[in-house]
């Protein structure tokens, strides 16, 4: 029986295969997964234990994320280009194949439980709330948008919808993440009033891995012919193709990306949000290499203000990225040095947490002796199963996710207010109730951007 007309009787009613989804969230954890054999036997599969997914984007990062959810159908994928897609196209050859998102979405409507978008920045939210209002689980890579505003409205519209969202920082699942939150509110190292965040990026090993601080590029090659061009740039404003931007090259430039921040910062920082409780800032100012009215610079600082919250003290995060580091900080021992490529410090009254790595991997109390002293708590987050996994239950209906939207929209907000600031060269106010930086009106026109025609939210 195909997974795309079947229906399930129960007292009387039938329920689509969605509709069924949905219902089977609002019941007990011990009734989300309904035995094989209640529905058919040995051979059948119940539509709680496999989700159909349709993918936005299906090359780069969308091939990896697809490889983690295998295990369910991936009924229909969409990408720009066939090129990159190749791979995935071929993994998935049973998988129906589209150019466009939106017709994607409008005709497989009654066949997908799910969406995975994993595409350029740019065109996260477009797709994410498109599948939002049609009552998709959605799986958004990193940073959740291009725009404060954007991230504003998908968190917003997946609230209402009460569907199941992660977002694609796989960080949130290390062991380490867990043990920062546990040490940190164990008052390993008391109250925190500081923390130093940082990544290399736009370069890695000592390479450039995209273009920042550089002119739009002059020249205007013919777009390869595996590539929808126009679909690729989306909302965007249009601009000639130049393999300056695609493929991956894009993070470099306001239209697409948001640098090292918004590919590494997200990454980084959550470990501090979870750990500290942190909302939205009071007021964020940087300063950098120069900046270009197309792209980003090369490397930059963004120092944020955070209020106290409840019993916890104001903090200020100062992120550091390309090649910038913090202090040294007196505690490391003699012979150590920082990762030069990411990490992070807790700076506390009464000692520091150094984390090496991305995503908060490996977390230590320095010196050494310190860590080798300290008494550990009870573990007293549950343990991830898998970030991919986490959001594969949710969306049917067991449990949730670690960055689901109500805490990827803040924190994405939060990076993109510094990206902010370091376009504008200004100290940014800001009132996250009433979504407006107060002291410079012009700032607040790039809170948001005019879509292209046929672009929407």
Not at 89 to 113: C, G, P, T
Not at 154 to 163: D, F, Q, S, T
Not at 397 to 407: P, W, Y
């Amino acid at each position: 029986m195909a997974f795309d007309n079947t229906n399930y009787t129960q007292t009387g009613t039938i329920f689509s295969r969605r509709q069924f989804l949905q219902a089977s969230a609002a019941v007990a954890a011990p009734f989300m997964i309904v035995p094989r054999y209640v529905l058919g036997g040995v051979g059948h599969t119940p539509p709680s234990e496999k989700l159909n997914i349709a993918a936005v984007g299906a090359g780069g990062q969308a091939a990896s994320d697809l490889n983690e959810l295998r295990s369910q159908n991936i009924v229909a994928l969409c990408d720009v280009d066939d090129e990159r897609a190749a791979e995935s196209f071929e993994r998935f050859s049973k998988a129906s194949r589209y150019k466009d998102f939106r017709k994607m979405l409008e005709k497989e409507d009654k066949n997908i439980d799910a969406v995975l978008v994993a595409t350029p920045d740019h065109c996260h939210a477009v797709a994410s709330i498109a599948a939002i209002k049609m009552g998709k689980h959605v799986y958004c890579e990193k940073p959740l948008t291009r725009t404060v505003h954007e991230a504003r409205a998908v968190a917003k519209a997946a609230r209402e919808a009460g569907v199941a969202t992660q977002m694609g920082n796989q960080g949130m699942a290390f062991e380490g993440n867990r043990l920062i939150n546990e040490w940190i509110w164990d008052g390993a190292i008391g109250p925190i009033h500081e923390v130093h965040v940082w990544s290399d990026r736009p370069t890695h090993n000592g390479k450039l891995f995209w273009a920042q601080g550089v002119e739009r590029p002059p020249d205007t090659p013919p777009v390869p012919p595996t590539l929808d061009w126009d679909l690729w740039l989306g909302p965007a404003p249009f601009r000639d193709y130049n393999p300056a931007y695609a493929p991956f090259k894009w993070r470099g430039w306001w239209d697409f990306g948001s640098g090292g921040l918004g590919d590494m910062g997200i990454h980084n920082i959550a470990p501090v949000y979870s750990a500290l409780k942190l909302g939205a800032p009071t007021a964020v100012d940087s300063s950098s290499t120069l900046v270009y009215k197309d792209s980003l610079p090369l490397a930059s600082t963004v120092h944020y203000e955070f209020p106290a919250r409840g019993d916890l003290p104001p903090v200020r995060l100062h992120w550091y990225d390309g090649g910038m580091l913090p202090a040294r900080p007196e505690e490391l021992d003699a012979d150590q040095e920082l990762d030069r490529e990411d990490g992070i410090i807790f700076v506390g009254e009464k000692g520091k947490i150094l984390v090496e790595g991305w995503g908060g991997n490996e977390p230590r109390l320095i010196p050494e002796s310190k860590m080798k002293a300290y008494k550990q708590p009870e573990k007293s987050l549950p343990r991830s199963i898998g970030h991919h996994k986490e959001w594969i239950e949710a969306c049917k209906g067991n449990g949730t996710t670690r960055s689901n939207f109500d805490f990827a929209g803040p924190l994405t907000e939060a990076l993109l207010l510094g990206t902010l600031s370091v376009r504008t060269g200004k100290r940014l106010l800001w009132d996250a109730e009433s979504m407006k930086v107060t002291n410079d009106s012009d700032a607040n026109e790039l809170l948001h951007y005019k879509y292209r025609d046929g672009w929407t939210l």
